[in-house]
């Protein structure tokens, strides 16, 4: 199976939505754009800033359609899952593979507290079900209160062939370089999930990361994978530490919406998130208008 194109650094693309919370199609045609011409190398739909948890499974169809047909092969397109039942994350898998998804990538169940043999059943009943297409594992502790473990993915790893990466969100730089270590004689990918540690994890190994900034500021986080794989390493690193100080206010807005408050700031036409959440307003805004001067982008 070929995992080549699984590297680099892969936005969650943001879902711009109209007046009635359905998927808005010439806005989201106009952000792919925005982002294959800033350098990515590819493109992931409906994951966490994407705000999966919100878009009804007719417009998820609908969605991928219109990506598929708008990016053209022009970079791969990876297809987000986070249902909490394993029966609804084989419909969303099946759809993706059938719709043109180049792969797939699986959140761990949220809300629920499932030990590692139930979540080893989890995943390896999605992979089965769509035989030949890659999946990535997708380990978010923050979001869903608990985190997988090193020897977990290992045996995943292992036992389910395709199961060829994982998206590591936990910002534990030691577990991030454990998947890395225990799956290196694999042609297993680890991308990083925290866009203040896309160095880090390339350092230690990694492949990437799936880095939310690029929907912003594509450039800019794609440079600091650029200039790593050309040899550039405290290029790479100079990089990360501009991209860190907008990656942290952030946090100042309510997840997820501040990612479409820097996309506006940036002139971008994404529109709203979805309700109950809303546009940030000040001082929010003028902290992250602030970053975008010291860092001394448009």
């Known amino acids: 199976m070929n995992t080549d194109f699984i590297k680099g650094i892969i936005p969650p693309i943001i879902t711009p939505i109209d ?3 359905l998927i808005d199609e010439a806005r989201l045609r106009k952000q792919i754009d925005f982002i294959i011409k800033g350098g990515v190398h590819g493109i992931l739909l409906f994951g966490s800033n994407g705000e999966f948890y919100m878009v009804d499974e007719d417009d998820m169809k609908r969605g991928l359609a219109i990506a598929v047909d708008h990016t053209k092969k022009r970079v791969p397109l990876y297809f987000g899952i986070g249902a909490i039942k394993t029966r609804k994350c084989i419909q969303l898998a099946q759809m993706a593979k059938a719709g043109g998804a180049d792969a797939i990538s699986v959140l761990q169940p949220m809300f629920l507290k499932p030990n590692a043999d139930e979540l080893y059943q989890h995943f390896k009943a999605i992979a089965e079900s769509v035989p030949g297409m890659p999946m990535l594992l ?9 985190s997988m473990t090193g020897d977990l993915v290992a045996k995943l790893a292992n036992d389910v062939e395709n199961i060829v990466g994982i998206k590591d969100s936990s910002g534990d730089m030691t577990l991030t370089s454990e998947l890395i270590m225990l799956t290196a004689h694999k042609n297993f990918r680890v991308l990083g999930g925290k866009d203040t540690l896309i160095y880090g994890t390339l350092a230690h190994g990694g492949g990437g990361a799936v880095a939310t900034m690029a929907n912003a500021f594509p ?9 790593y794989v050309a040899g550039d390493i405290a290029g790479s690193l100079q990089a990360q530490y501009k991209l860190n ?6 946090d100042k807005a309510s997840f997820p919406v501040g990612t479409k408050d820097y996309a506006k700031l940036v002139g971008l036409d994404v529109g709203e998130p979805y309700l109950p959440s809303l546009s940030s307003k000040t001082p929010v805004l003028d902290a992250m208008k602030e970053k975008i001067k010291q860092a001394n982008l448009p």
Do not use: A, D, H, W
């Not at 997708?138 to 608990?146: H, K, L, T």
């Not at 450039?219 to 200039?227: A, D, Q, V």
């Not at 100080?245 to 952030?250: A, E, G, H, K, V």
């Open 19 to 21: 007046k009635n919370e």
């Open 138 to 146: 997708y380990n978010n502790p923050g979001r869903v209160g608990y």
């Open 219 to 227: 450039e800019l986080t794609c440079s600091i994978y650029e200039k």
């Open 245 to 250: 100080p907008l990656r942290f206010t952030l």
